[in-house]
Structure formats: structure tokens, C-alpha cells
């Protein structure tokens, strides 16, 4: 299963995107994330369903000095990606 997300809030700068690589790596989720020039956080998973679904409903409130406007989750094909990368 594949899901690609979009973060917007004030989420770069508070380390989502580290957060999001140590959950990632804890539940076996391949994939990566990215600050994007718009402000948000872009990020893509890769895995078993119920694992996906743990971050992408950890991207809805982030690390603790996050504050999360909202969320854009799109499903996508996978891709065959392995371990997670910080872009």
C-alpha cells in the first residue's frame, strides 16, 4: 500500500520529517519525506496497510512543536521503495 501526503501548518523546522523517518523505520514503512518551497512537508509511504496508516495518521498532529493546519492524502501505486529517506 502506498499513500503520499502533504502536510501544511508550521511543520518545517520542528523535526516532522525526522519524526516521520523514526516511525517509518519502527514499522517497517519504506518511503521518504521532504520540506517543499511552499511551506509544507511532502512525504510518501510504502507498506503494509495498517503500518501506512500509523503515519499517515501521525501526520495529522506531528512531533510536539508541529502545529498541523491540514492534510492531503492521496493513494498511489507503490513503487517498490526501501528504507526511508529525508530529501
Known sequence: ????VVVHGSVQGV?????LRRLAEQHGVSGWARNTS?????????????AVERLVSFA???PPDAH??????HAEEPEGLSGFAIR
Do not use: L
Open 1 to 4: 500500500m502506498r499513500r503520499r
Open 15 to 19: 523535526f516532522f520529517r525526522d519524526s
Open 38 to 50: 511552499e511551506g509544507t512537508v511532502e512525504a510518501a509511504f510504502e507498506g503494509a496497510p495498517e
Open 60 to 62: 495529522h498532529t506531528g
Open 68 to 73: 498541523v493546519e491540514a492534510v492531503d492524502v
